[in-house]
């Protein structure tokens, strides 16, 4: 099958579904109004509340969201085949993802910026509101440990990576200080170009460092790579949001928006074949990558591609705390989900380009794939073009650079650039994910300051420095710990059910948000995704249990790690099914006639402008 039509074909979907059904939601549903004040204005404090341009926090909540999930999952994923994945990343993106973000988004908005615990403690009830702060913590920890080895199997032993990714730290550190700090207004164009130009020349200087007798002082091994991640994630949380996380999140949209243009482009110039089948033999389980089933683990496989709930906490998290008008949220919310989805569409393109045989044996150990049947085809040429043994490099993001690399190579002119292009793909990688684990690790503070406030208030404070310090290096020790002593076949599958159990928690409490909100007949644009992932994933993690983790326990050296994850994975279960009992008891409350909580909808705006209190 030629790529051409499908990717055209995607492009129209995500058109239609952000002008019509996103303009429906943000109408009807939710009724925006610029003339609300944001959180952004109202508690601005030049740290965390900060009144944002449009496109600059869209650059912030895309790079913030934009993690290892729709890079790696559809590439794991298409071991299935290239047909569920394609079909679950267009109708889960439209449907839900993207209507999972907007909703969180506004409700946060209208609650002070609050976090998604914090609204579920209104909306619900404060057992909820409780039980979902307990469970997103710990499923925030556990995404960013998945996401985090991803970057850790890429820059592994290699120098060129690390000099580029390295170089965006002291680059984001200039255009923060000279967008928001040079002067009267935030500055956009100089910064902008500024941060590009050295980009791309840290790209290119990557590979001049890796040539060159200094290249020792950058390679570094797995857990070396874990540590230095560890060390960026505690700083970057710690940190004024202008300084670090947003320009160093917006330098990276433009090297996420622009790498996906050049994608596109190319698709559409070289347009290579599909190698992959529609479905392959494993969807009946048994694959050398994912264990199980298509259904259900498809699903928590392509995770953010479609559908994340650590989305949620992004959006109920920095992003409510910069926005600038009420309105600016569709473009944010939904806009910012319908580019990840076509980012999870163009990984699996570029996975599903490959032959089967190099895909897997990339994907698998030696060991494994000796057992498939299958043959390489272009991986010896491809390892002799980038400078790098490619076989057996797991984890999804070495055979997505590959894959982007080829479609790239077939651009005019670009023939002999297999390498710059791969090692381009894995700085890209990297970039997205990262931004991920800065943004998260400061959600994750957040709420953990939120959880410790209880038993000693100045902890909640996000204000106080050593609250601030202690927190973080508590959030950073857990995931950093995870990440040191997992491997992607344990994390992947903890982190993409417990994304997608978060997701159920975050479409629960945004139901209440417009039931309690009068919206009630339009209740059904959050509930039915909230039914479908809550039972994919919970099927999902009930088979993880059983199949994946519990058999670790049998086995010498990863006896602990077995029952850590069995642990993680039932607490995750436990939270999910607490809070949609909690909601469908608040449901059956307003049904009846209950009074919505007082601080539900905030203060809404009539038709004159007026504000008044209450409900509507």
């Known amino acids: 099958m030629n790529t051409f039509p499908v990717l055209l074909g995607a492009l129209c979907v995500y058109v239609i579904a952000y002008r019509y059904y996103s303009a429906f939601i943000a109408a009807k549903a939710l009724a925006l109004d610029d003339r ?81 615990a914090d609204v579920a403690r209104t909306e619900i009830g404060p057992f909820a509101g409780t039980v979902a702060m307990i469970a997103v913590l710990f499923i925030l920890l556990v995404t960013l440990a998945g996401l985090g080895i991803v970057v850790v199997n890429a820059l592994s032993q290699s120098p060129w990576g690390v000099f580029t990714i390295g170089m965006t730290i002291p680059i984001a550190l200039i255009m923060g200080g000279w967008m928001f700090k040079s002067g009267s207004g935030i500055k956009i164009v100089g910064p902008s170009i500024f941060g590009v130009v050295f980009l791309l020349a840290s790209v290119i200087g990557g590979n001049w460092f890796a040539q060159s007798s200094a290249a020792h002082a950058l390679t570094f091994n797995a857990h070396q790579i874990t540590i230095l991640m560890a060390i960026y994630g505690f700083v970057a949380s710690v940190l004024p949001v202008w300084l670090l996380l947003e320009p160093r999140d917006y330098l990276s949209t433009y090297v996420k928006l622009g790498t996906i243009a050049v994608l596109i482009l190319g698709v559409f110039i070289v347009h290579p074949n599909i190698q992959f089948p529609a479905v392959t033999q494993f969807v ?21 591609g479609a559908i994340s709930g ?30 990840e989805s076509l980012v999870g569409v163009l990984a699996l393109i570029a996975a599903c380009s490959m032959h089967p045989g ?51 190579k077939g651009l005019p002119g670009m023939t002999r650039l297999m390498g710059y292009w791969y090692h381009y793909a894995i700085m890209f990688e990297a970039l997205f994910i990262l931004t991920t684990i800065d943004t ?28 601030n310090l202690g927190t973080t290096f508590v959030v950073v020790l857990a995931w950093g710990y995870l990440i040191y002593t997992g491997s992607i076949s344990t994390l992947w599958p903890l982190f993409g059910t417990g994304n997608q159990l978060l997701a159920t928690i975050a479409l629960a409490v ?37 199949n994946i983790f519990w058999p670790l326990t049998q086995k010498p050296g990863t006896i602990f790690t077995g029952y850590l994850d069995s642990i993680l994975m039932s607490i995750f279960i436990l939270g999910v099914v607490l809070v949609l009992f909690d909601a469908v008891r608040r449901w059956i409350q307003a049904y009846k006639g209950a009074p919505a909580p007082v601080e539900a909808f905030g203060p809404p705006v009539t038709a004159t402008g007026e504000v008044k209190m209450g409900c509507c």
């Open 358 to 408: 190099d895909y897997f044996a990339i994907n698998a150990t030696p060991e494994i794939f000796s057992k498939l049947g299958l043959h390489t085809v272009n991986l010896d040429m491809y390892s002799r073009e980038v400078g790098e043994k490619l076989a057996g490099r797991t984890g999804g993001a070495v055979s997505l650079a590959v894959g982007m690399a080829q479609i790239f």
């Open 510 to 546: 945004t139901t209440s948000f417009l039931i309690n909100m009068g919206k009630a007949k339009y209740a059904w644009i959050t509930a039915a995704p909230m039914c479908f992932v809550g039972v994919t994933t919970l099927s999902a993690g009930v088979l993880s249990i059983k």
């Open 36 to 116: 609300r004040t944001t959180p952004a204005h109202n508690f601005e404090d030049g740290h965390n509340y900060v009144p944002s341009p449009k496109w600059v926090l869209f650059g912030h909540h895309f790079a913030a969201i934009a993690g290892a999930g729709p890079l790696v999952g559809p590439t794991l994923a298409a071991q299935f085949g290239f047909a569920p994945g394609f079909l679950w990343l267009l109708i889960g993106a439209v449907i839900a993802g993207c209507v999972q973000d907007f909703t969180v988004l506004v409700a946060s908005v209208r609650h002070k910026g609050r976090s998604l």
């Open 440 to 467: 998260g690790t400061r959600v994750a503070r957040y709420v953990l300051q939120e959880l410790t406030g209880k038993i000693y208030k100045p902890l909640g404070n996000n204000a106080w420095l050593p609250g």
């Open 310 to 339: 650590f989305h949620s906490l992004v959006s109920s998290g920095t992003t409510p705390k910069m926005l600038d008008k009420e309105t600016d949220a569709r473009f944010i919310g939904y806009g910012a989900m319908v580019a």
């Open 284 to 304: 009946h389980g048994g694959g050398p990558i994912i264990k199980g089933k298509l259904f259900p683990f498809l699903f928590v496989t392509i995770a953010c």
